[in-house]
Each structure stands twice: as structure tokens, then as C-alpha cells.
Nanobody, 119 residues
Framework: QVQLVESGGVLVQAGGSLRLSCAAS????????MGWFRQAPGKEREFVAA????????YYADSVKGRFTISRDNAKNTVYLQMNSLKPEDTAVYYC????????????WGQGTQVTVSS
């Protein structure tokens, strides 16, 4: 089982940058694909970005492609989301999730961190 704790969410002005972190427990972090999702008020949770296990292929939602970068440090059991050129529509609670190598679904979720982008 994996426990996830996100951090880094703050209030930032449009055009600014922010880096979210997600620290994972357990010794098998490197065996999990990791993803970031977000949920804005009144909207459904949506996919933002994902990074596979080695060699770490990455995937992005069209809405963040070219602005956000997902990365991982397996030695630190941490996944990051670097967010640049932030827009007010990026305002949401951001969640990290771990994909079980057995079920191939995102079975483990963090509690979320709030990102607010002011115009």
C-alpha cells in the first residue's frame, strides 16, 4: 500500500509558477506509475499529467501541455508537478495518485493541495 501527501499549493498570480510535490511512503515507489489530477469547484476531477515507471514516459492533458512538467525522484519517493504560465482556470485542488502495477488503476490518492490563481 502507498500513502501520498501533497504539498506546495498556494495563491499565485496569473503568469506565475508553482511546483507541487507529492511524497510517497513505502519502498516500492519506483514500481508505481504516478499521476496528477485536479478538481475545480463544481467540476469533475480531471487528469492533468502522468509519469510511468522507468524510463518515465510522460503524458499531459491538452490544457496544460507546454506549461506543466511532471517528474519523479525515486530516491526521494517523490513526484513533482512544475506549473508555469499559470492561468485562473488552473485554480483547483490538485491530487496525486499512484497506479497499482497489478490493477493498472489509480488506487491510491493523496488528500489534495489547493492551488489558486488570481487574475
Amino acid at each position: 500500500q502507498v500513502q501520498l501527501v501533497e504539498s506546495g499549493g498556494v495563491l499565485v498570480q496569473a503568469g506565475g509558477s508553482l511546483r507541487l510535490s507529492c511524497a510517497a511512503s513505502g519502498r516500492t515507489f519506483s514500481s508505481y506509475a504516478m499521476g496528477w489530477f485536479r478538481q475545480a469547484p463544481g467540476k469533475e476531477r480531471e487528469f492533468v499529467a502522468a509519469i510511468r515507471r522507468s524510463p518515465g514516459n510522460t503524458y499531459y492533458a491538452d490544457s496544460v501541455k507546454g506549461r506543466f512538467t511532471i517528474s519523479r525522484d525515486n530516491a526521494k519517493n517523490t513526484v513533482y508537478l512544475q506549473m508555469n504560465s499559470l492561468k485562473p482556470e488552473d485554480t483547483a485542488v490538485y491530487y496525486c495518485a499512484a497506479e497499482s502495477p497489478i490493477t493498472r488503476t489509480y488506487d491510491y490518492w493523496g488528500q489534495g493541495t489547493q492551488v489558486t490563481v488570481s487574475s
